[in-house]
């Protein structure tokens, strides 16, 4: 019997740290179906998406393949999601390319080499903070700004594949720049290789809206090499895949340097951040309707590892993706065990299938992009925030104008900014309000709300909604003289505490000279309703000698009693 509960223990430690026991233990041979099911149209859904988004952060399209199959064995084995699909993102690969390509050239041997070290160190900020409990730092990055950047970061993503789409060569960077220069260039129009863009996009579209069991990226994929190979539409400068390297990645270490290391660093940060949110949000919402937990910092171990493992075997950064997350659910994965298939699958592609993708158009690949991000512009959830708050709305436009023409790391850092000035601005200003007494209800509710409330004239009620600190005691301090001036003959100030959550040593060192400056004038300070927490730290600071007879009200009625109202 001892045994038994110490094997228990001993598998619950395990389980901690390596959660894939959970999975792995109790696998039901009822699952197989669904895996196996999953694992195949993910990966015909993320082989042509894989060589597309490696294209999009500026490397070679076989690099796409390699990031689709150890890191997601990594992430299976460390991750709490049971039907996350991780891999390469279109979100993450313009990420990419916006930071490493201010270093060097995209497609250079030195660009691989950088982008295998940022790999490695997005590997290592992820696992560390999960390691260290941090994933609530995720948490200051507001709705707003996610969908604000990401709203911009979708139409830079499709308007950097107009090159592709176009088949002609374009260099700006800006968004507005680089659709100047594509109308000025456009006699130069490879006519076959934007035919066969927009036939794939229209071709995608309609596969989507009428039979999506269909893996329309397949689909347009197999067509178009079909097309060009028997067409021999390369010969008319249609630009293709070329080589794809056979065989599977192999180990090899990221060349580490120091100054390397200090420049990648930003960029590390914004993909660690923005990968996990990503990642997080489709977790979570899976796991809601599979009524099961996944755990945050749990996932951060599970990304960070399988980055790092990827930075040795030659891919590039992953995360979770939402669109493959939710056809792996929707093809019935029961567990990771789907996405070890998926990479097995693509690992089999590897080794004796990469010849196929010689004629692949790169038209084709910016279709699959471009269609792809549509669905990330959303302008509706702009609208949502403006009518319910308009700050929230201006947050959003503010990081979408500064994303979409500044630039990507910069844009979310203002976005990043504003929001955090809006949330001090917000905690710098309170809420407080004055109470009157409904005797028909027999509750105390704000005047401004209620006007036929009773008040007692020589008493003044304020309720203080919102924990208090040294940057929004200037203005309680403003309140309660205002309100003084405008009502002379108060005798009693009635503080009810309920709302209070926190307060720290400035702000408790403000309230006792308030109470200081007030009680010169003959008004003495009553408290009600303080919350434990708040308590203590008033303890700390010695209330309970100073003003003990003044903090002992747990409601409103009680402090009105004790002074006979």
Not at 51 to 67: D, F, Q, R
Not at 156 to 172: P, T, V, Y
Not at 350 to 379: K, Q
Request: aromatic share 10%; hydrophobic share 50%; glycine share 8%.
């Amino acid at each position: 019997m001892k045994k038994g509960v110490k094997r228990k223990e001993r598998i619950n430690v395990l389980k901690k740290f390596f959660p894939a026991l959970d999975w792995i233990l109790n696998y039901k041979k009822s699952d197989l179906s669904g895996d196996l099911s999953a694992g195949l149209i993910v990966a015909i859904m993320l082989i042509p998406q894989g060589m597309a988004y490696a294209m999009l952060a500026g490397l070679p399209p076989v690099i796409g393949l390699y990031a689709s199959t150890i890191p997601l064995i990594i992430y299976a084995l460390f991750g709490t999601s049971r039907q996350l699909a991780v891999g390469p993102v279109a979100m993450v690969s313009l990420l990419v390319l916006a930071g490493v390509s201010t270093i060097t050239e995209p497609g250079t041997g030195e660009y691989i080499s950088l982008v295998l070290l940022l790999m490695l160190m997005i590997g290592l900020i992820q696992f560390l903070m999960g390691i260290l409990k941090l994933g609530f730092l995720v948490n200051f990055l507001s709705h707003a700004v996610i969908s604000g950047f990401t709203s911009a970061a979708a139409i830079i993503i499709g308007l950097s594949q107009l090159k592709h789409l176009l088949g002609i060569k374009l260099e700006s960077d800006n968004v507005f720049l680089l659709l100047w220069e594509s109308l000025s260039k456009i006699s130069e129009i490879n006519v076959i290789a934007f035919a066969i863009g927009i036939g794939s996009i229209l071709l995608l579209i309609g596969i989507k809206k009428y039979v999506p069991r269909v893996p329309g990226p397949l689909v347009v994929v197999g067509l178009s090499i079909l097309l060009v190979y028997l067409l021999q539409l390369h010969a008319f400068g249609v630009n293709i895949v070329g080589e794809v390297p056979k065989g599977l990645p192999t180990f090899s270490l990221p060349a580490f340097n120091m100054d390397s290391v200090i420049a990648l660093m930003p960029i590390a940060l914004t993909i660690s951040f923005i990968g996990f949110m990503e990642s997080i949000a489709m977790a979570k919402a899976i796991a809601s309707k599979e009524k099961y937990k996944v755990v945050p910092n749990r996932e951060l171990v599970g990304l960070g590892l399988a980055n790092v493992a990827g930075s040795f075997f030659s891919a590039y950064p992953v995360t979770g993706g939402f669109s493959r997350s939710a056809v792996n659910y929707q093809a019935g994965a029961r567990t990771p065990f789907a996405s070890i298939i998926t990479a097995v699958l693509i690992l089999f592609t590897l080794l004796f299938f990469t010849g196929f993708f010689y004629y692949l158009p790169n038209a084709v690949l910016a279709a699959i992009i471009m269609v792809a991000v549509y669905s990330l512009i959303d302008v509706k959830e702009a609208k949502y925030l403006f009518k319910i708050r308009s700050v929230d709305g201006w947050t959003w436009v503010i990081t979408f104008i500064a994303t979409l023409t500044i630039g990507i790391e910069k844009g979310i850092l203002i976005g990043l900014a504003f929001s955090l000035l809006v949330f001090i601005g917000r905690s710098a200003y309170p809420h407080v309000a004055e109470l009157g007494y409904l005797p028909d209800k027999n509750v105390f509710r704000n005047m401004k709300r209620f006007p036929e409330a009773k008040v007692v004239p020589e008493v003044t009620i304020f309720r203080i909604d919102a924990s208090l600190y040294f940057a929004n005691m200037s203005f309680l301090d403003d309140k309660l003289c205002e309100r003084i001036a405008e009502k002379p003959q108060t005798k009693w100030i009635i503080l009810d505490f309920s709302g209070v959550n926190s307060i720290d040593a400035v702000a408790i060192h403000s309230l006792e000279e308030i109470m200081e400056t007030c009680s010169k004038g003959g008004i003495q300070f009553l408290f009600a309703g303080i919350k434990g927490p708040v308590k203590d730290l008033l303890k700390k600071a010695e209330w309970n000698h100073k003003y003990g007879n003044q903090l002992q009200f747990l409601s409103l009625e009680h402090a009105l009693k004790a002074i006979g109202k």
